[in-house]
């Protein structure tokens, strides 16, 4: 079973990325990984703009990092770039924390024009930390999904198929993990 990591870079409990992030999660674990959650703005605020690498938080984030074979991360695009509360975070990390790491970008933003933010702003700094690989980034817009007041996520019959693509790529690219292992 491959551990992996959902990281989601918002900073709303109930954002369409935190949703889109559990979403992935859940379809990752129905297709046989162990898939684990990190919400970003559940990290110390105060230990996140410090740059407090001693903070017990930080380095349990940074531990859940280490262990995992491939992670996901979703941020919203905010001014054509990712989150803040993503980039402090990823500034937290070592210089190889994604070392042999196979890493899957996905943002939600209000129009597809924002793409670019993922291959342009986001995939250097997933390259400076070390990413085996990463994959196609993919981009869901506002309209595209929907967040019910039960927490269940809709998505839009046009993103679905883009989404399981994306998905199906990152799970082709992890490393492979033995069973005996």
Do not use: C
Not at 55 to 82: C, H, M, N, W
Not at 100 to 125: E, F, M
Not at 131 to 138: K, L, T
Not at 147 to 153: F, I, L, Y
């Amino acid at each position: 079973m491959t551990q992996l990591l959902t990281v989601s870079g918002s900073p709303s409990a109930t954002s369409r990325g935190n949703a889109l992030a559990r979403l992935v999660g859940a379809q990752l674990t129905g297709n046989g990984h162990y898939v684990d959650h990190l919400a970003v703005r559940d990290l110390p605020a105060d230990a996140l703009l410090h740059a407090d690498f001693a903070d017990p938080a930080i380095r349990a984030s940074q531990d859940a990092v280490a262990s995992a074979e491939g992670l996901v991360i979703v941020t919203p695009v905010y001014k054509a770039s990712f989150s803040g509360a993503l980039k402090a975070w990823l500034d937290l990390l070592p210089q190889t924390a994604l070392d042999g790491k196979t890493v899957l970008p996905l943002a939600t933003s209000g129009s597809l024009a924002h793409a670019l933010a993922l291959d342009y702003a986001l995939r250097p700094v997933l390259q400076a930390l070390g990413a085996r690989h990463v994959v196609q980034s993919h981009l869901v817009t506002d309209t595209q999904i929907a967040v019910q007041a039960d927490g269940t996520v809709r998505l839009h019959e046009s993103a679905v198929e883009r989404l399981d693509a994306a998905v199906e790529a990152f799970s082709t690219a992890l490393p492979y993990v033995s069973a005996a292992a």
